[in-house]
């Protein structure tokens, strides 16, 4: 198996390696924990069921509520742009699942057709993210809690969208989840601390004016995407990426119109969140 890192703080490129393969796990989950986005290329054969039993060695799977499940499989989420759509899944920059009591641990996707160029997934560290921070500034930071809420994406304002036209989308009803986790958190496996806002799915600072609130959250978001901390990974067919939903945030680029990208997505199931002083 070859591990190279894709970047001098986040992420890596797998090869050699075969995730059906139970002798290998435990290099691949040290992979997971160490870089927090691997790509595992060239799994051309796996099937769903290999997907799912890959993901199930981290942990349960948690079922997404909202996209469209794959036929015959309602654990795995289909990721899917049409060549004549617009819209893409996953544009913003976001975590998955933040709007939970216990936000998913990480999400498996696996690429089952990708276009020609582009498509690519853009990742961010977040531990990099904070690390970055003045001293001043983390410590103001780890005093507050934001709210995450899942109702402005997926509930009834986003019934109009392509991708609940397209059916790519459903379940507007079930988008009741609205939670406040802490603004720094320590990673529950590393004990490393990272920034946890994300600008799809975090609501508002708590305690804050509203002015307040978003000036911080502007900054934060402006201060996270800078390149330095980011990684990006160009996709081929029978690739599979696995990120750390608690240490990253991640954004699928659209650029690719004319074209079909068809993913399959695992999440699995996480643990609440403490703050630095739990
Ligand atoms: C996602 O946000 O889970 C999808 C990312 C991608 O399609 O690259």
Not at 7 to 12: H, Q, R, S, V
Not at 123 to 130: K, R
Not at 170 to 182: G, I, K, R, Y
Request: net charge negative; glycine share 8%.
């Amino acid at each position: 198996m070859q591990i190279s890192p894709l970047t001098g703080g986040l992420g890596a490129e797998i090869t050699g390696v075969d995730v059906r393969d139970a002798g290998q796990f435990e290099s691949l989950q040290a992979a997971f924990a160490k870089h927090s986005v691997i790509v595992i290329r060239n799994q051309q054969d796996i099937t769903p069921e290999d997907h799912l039993a890959f993901a199930r060695k981290f942990g349960p799977i948690n079922v997404n509520r909202f996209f469209k499940p794959v036929d015959g499989h309602p654990e795995i989420a289909t990721v899917t742009k049409e060549k004549d759509q617009k819209e893409a899944v996953g544009e913003g920059w976001h975590t998955d699942h933040s709007y939970d009591t216990a936000p998913a641990l990480g999400s498996i996707l696996r690429a089952i057709e990708v276009p020609p160029y582009g498509g690519d997934t853009l990742f961010v560290s977040m531990g990099m993210a904070y690390d970055a921070l003045s001293a001043p500034m983390q410590r103001f930071l780890e005093g507050l809690s934001a709210w995450h809420s899942s109702r402005h994406v997926f509930g009834a304002s986003a019934e109009d969208s392509e991708a609940a036209r397209s059916g790519r989308l459903a379940n507007a009803t079930a988008a009741t989840q609205d939670v406040l986790h802490p603004v720094i958190i320590r990673h529950p496996l590393s004990g490393r601390k990272g920034i946890y806002v994300n600008p799809v799915f975090t609501t508002r600072i708590d305690g804050l004016a509203d002015t307040e609130s978003e000036a911080l959250l502007n900054f934060l978001y402006l201060h996270c995407q800078q390149p330095e901390f980011q990684a990006r990974v160009r996709w081929q067919a029978g690739d599979i990426s696995m990120w750390d939903n608690r240490a990253t945030w991640h954004k699928a680029i659209n650029d690719y119109h004319g074209f079909r990208r068809h993913m399959h997505r695992v999440t699995i199931e996480g643990c609440p969140l403490d703050g630095v002083s739990a």
